[in-house]
């Protein structure tokens, strides 16, 4: 079992910037799809940027140019970078882990595959 614990979140003034970050243990797998999801209130769960073990990258298209998504192999962290935030930003943010898969663009919408997740960390973007 993938355990993920993010953290990082708060509360910023728009244009602001954050970062998260999420440790995850419990798997040895060499290919896999990791990535950051969000949910706002009222709204469904979207993806926001995904990577995987192949080297693609995902972001959704409200983010591009402003959230970088990495990964530290070494301490098996994942991170968020945060720019430019908005309040349609807003939302808990969760990182999520797809065992023994590619990560696929379709991905960002249909988050089945994603059978791990973290606890989320509250994002809260204001005037």
């Known amino acids: 079992q993938v355990h993920l614990a993010e953290s990082g979140g708060g509360s910023v003034q728009d244009g602001g910037s954050l970062r998260l970050s999420c440790a995850w243990s419990g798997s040895s797998e060499i290919r896999y799809c990791v990535g950051w999801l969000r949910q706002a209130p009222g709204k469904e769960r979207e993806g926001v940027a995904i990577?995987?073990?192949?080297?693609?990258?995902y972001y959704a298209n409200s983010v591009k140019g402003r959230f970088t998504v990495s990964e530290d192999s070494a301490t098996n962290t994942l991170y968020l970078e945060m720019n430019n935030l908005q309040r349609e930003d807003t939302a808990t943010y969760y990182c999520?882990?797809?065992?023994?898969?590619?990560?696929?663009?379709?991905?960002?919408?249909?988050?089945?595959?994603?059978?791990?997740w973290g606890q989320g960390t509250q994002v809260t973007v204001s005037f």
């Open positions: 990577f995987d073990t192949w080297g693609d990258i």
């Open positions: 999520a882990y797809a065992s023994d898969s590619p990560c696929y663009n379709s991905m960002l919408r249909d988050l089945s595959r994603f059978g791990n």
